[in-house]
């Protein structure tokens, strides 16, 4: 893709990974936060140009992501709104229970499809990321990333996006497909703390 700007809501470990390899990529990072402090802290580590931007404006980015913890996601989505109008969202959260019990989306949803629900309908909703732990997405290397969306297009500026970063966008259907994206996010937690005692680890798949 040709390089653009892409926001990140979230100044957490996963956002400041995701934010570390897309300036890497040579991109421009806006990095918005509700605590300013933060979003110029993590701005000031990024490569050249990293910019910040105002809590619930328009983000500069077309493509905006979504990085903080479940908890946290419908009061971005509330306090953006219609901000978001016309942009490419990308949700990443992991809606896990504390005790790994399960996940704590509503039946039959998933985190990107209850974003989807609470934003203007311009607005087209990714699940990605969610995958891959952030330390290891921060290492480099090329990495399988597993993408759900409705929209074609978005799907399309995303995957090229993902391409753009080093990794291997691979296509698992429409957003209903958030809830296996997001129940494997669970998977792996359980894998890390189980049968693989390590979180140095990524899921990948032997094509062919």
């Known amino acids: 893709m040709h390089m653009s700007t892409i926001s990140i809501i979230g100044t957490g470990a ?17 990095v918005v936060s509700r605590d300013p402090a933060k979003a110029r802290a993590l701005a000031d580590k990024l490569a050249a140009g990293a910019t910040t931007g105002a809590y619930g404006s328009a983000p500069a980015g077309e493509i905006v992501i979504i990085a903080v913890p479940y908890a946290g ?15 490419v969202v990308i949700d990443i959260a992991n809606p896990v229970a504390p005790d790994l019990s399960g996940l704590v989306t509503p039946h039959g949803s998933s985190s990107a499809q209850e974003t989807a629900k609470a934003l203007p309908p311009g607005a087209h909703v990714v699940k990605a990321f969610n995958t891959l732990f952030g330390h290891v997405l921060a290492k480099g290397g090329r990495l399988d990333a597993f993408i759900a969306a409705d929209d074609t297009a978005a799907k399309a ?15 698992v259907g429409g957003l209903h497909m958030a809830q296996s994206l997001e129940a494997l996010g669970l998977m792996m937690i359980g894998l890390a703390k189980n049968g693989a005692g390590t979180w140095d680890f990524a899921m990948n798949v032997d094509i062919g």
């Open 157 to 171: 500026r995303v995957s090229a996006f993902l391409e753009s970063l080093g990794l291997r966008p691979l296509d």
């Open 73 to 87: 996601v419908a009061a971005v989505v509330a306090a953006f709104g219609e901000a978001l109008d016309g942009k």
């Open 14 to 30: 996963m956002a400041a990974a995701i934010a570390g390899r897309t300036a890497k990529a040579g991109h421009t990072v806006e």
